[in-house]
Every structure is written in structure tokens, then in C-alpha cells.
């Protein structure tokens, strides 16, 4: 929200721009572009963007830290996903909850691969792969060494990506103030010129 707070304000002040180069200097050239660029940044900021999945990797990361505890508590993996069920909601929920059911009447690996799918993430699939050798071989220490070694790999990533996305983002947001003070900076500097303008005749 301060964002784009941000870029409607810069807006505007490139509309105030233009308006004042028009009704002062008498520059329609320039009061059209200051005008019009300001006017294309506050309409932009009214478009609403295109909603993202209701299911992401972090929701994933989030949902399998409760199994994860479940398992390490000595419970098998379908009473893991059972419990880890009773902690999930939305779209989420709706996910793991065909899972459970499809495990009751299909034993091979593709409900699992299914659950993985909307993620659209290798480690994702990889560790939903695990998660049916726990099913068919038991929780055992070499297995459950596998499960939590790919998914700390995974938080990791995705960590890592937040960060960078962060830092991105503040790169932006630095280089939009950027752009605002040199137009601020420009403005005076044609208001001072026009004031010396007048003075000097």
C-alpha cells in the first residue's frame, strides 16, 4: 500500500507539474508530457493486478513444519497428515485434504505427485516423493534424515528468494525516489529560471 501511495503522489506532482508549465510558462509541449506521464502513473496504480494462487510455496513450507513435528513425534505418516490437517485452511486444506482421501483407495506415488503439481517446484516434488517411501518403508532415521534434508533445502531457497525479492523491491522503491527528486529538483530549477527571467527584465 505505500508503494503504490508513493507512485500516486509522484503522479499527481507530475500533473501539478504539467499544469503549472502550462498556465505559467505557457509550455503546452512540456505540460503534456509532465501531464500525461503523471496521469498514466495514477491510473496504472488503479489497476488491479492479477490475483495470485491461492496456493504458494510458502503455504507448503507452513503446512509441512506441523507434519514434519507430527513425524518426529513418532506418529505414522497418515495420522501425521490427518493432525496436520486439523492446523490448515483454505485452499490449502482443500489440497491436502484429496490427498488423505485418495490415500485410502490409491497406495502408488501418484497422489502424492498430484499434491505436488500446483506448486510447480522440483523440490516440492521431490519431497512429496519421500514422503510415500515414509508410507511404504516406515519412518525410519535414514528416510526421515532425507525428508528433513530436502525440506530445509527448500526453505532455504525460498528464503533466499524472499530476500533478494526484498532487496529488489527496495531498489526500486530507491530508484522511484530518485526520479521524484530530480523532477522536484528540475521544477525549481525552471521556476527559478522563470523568476530571473522576470527580474532581469
Known amino acids: 500500500m505505500l508503494v503504490?501511495?508513493?507512485?500516486?503522489?509522484?503522479?499527481?506532482?507530475?500533473?501539478?507539474?504539467?499544469?503549472?508549465?502550462?498556465?505559467w510558462k505557457?509550455?503546452?509541449t512540456l505540460a503534456l508530457i509532465f501531464a500525461g506521464v503523471g496521469f498514466t502513473?495514477?491510473?496504472?496504480?488503479?489497476?488491479?493486478?492479477?490475483?495470485?494462487?491461492?496456493?504458494?510455496?510458502?503455504?507448503?513450507?507452513?503446512?509441512?513444519?506441523?507434519?514434519?513435528?507430527?513425524?518426529?513425534?513418532?506418529l505414522n505418516v497418515y495420522?501425521?497428515?490427518?493432525?496436520?490437517?486439523t492446523t490448515t485452511s483454505g485452499a490449502m486444506s482443500a489440497l491436502l485434504e484429496s490427498l488423505i482421501n485418495?490415500?485410502?483407495?490409491?497406495?502408488s506415488v501418484t497422489p502424492f505427485i498430484n499434491f505436488s503439481l500446483p506448486f510447480k517446484h522440483p523440490l516440492v516434488s521431490q519431497i512429496m516423493i519421500n514422503v510415500y517411501m515414509l508410507v511404504n518403508h516406515g519412518v525410519d532415521p535414514k528416510r526421515l534424515w532425507q525428508f528433513n534434508y530436502l525440506f530445509e533445502t527448500l526453505v532455504k531457497e525460498h528464503n533466499d528468494e524472499e530476500i533478494a525479492l526484498h532487496e529488489s523491491s527496495y531498489e526500486r522503491f530507491n530508484i522511484s525516489l530518485f526520479i521524484g527528486t530530480g523532477i522536484m529538483i528540475m521544477t525549481l530549477m525552471i521556476s527559478i529560471m522563470g523568476m530571473i527571467g522576470e527580474y532581469i527584465v
Open 4 to 23: 503504490k501511495w508513493l507512485e500516486r503522489s509522484a503522479g499527481l506532482l507530475l500533473i501539478i507539474v504539467g499544469a503549472i508549465l502550462y498556465f
Open 26 to 28: 505557457k509550455n503546452l
Open 41 to 74: 502513473i495514477v491510473v496504472i496504480t488503479f489497476i488491479p493486478q492479477k490475483q495470485k494462487s491461492n496456493i504458494t510455496l510458502a503455504d507448503f513450507i507452513n503446512v509441512f513444519t506441523h507434519f514434519r513435528v507430527a513425524l518426529d513425534n513418532n
Open 79 to 85: 495420522r501425521a497428515l490427518n493432525i496436520t490437517l
Open 102 to 107: 485418495a490415500l485410502e483407495n490409491d497406495h
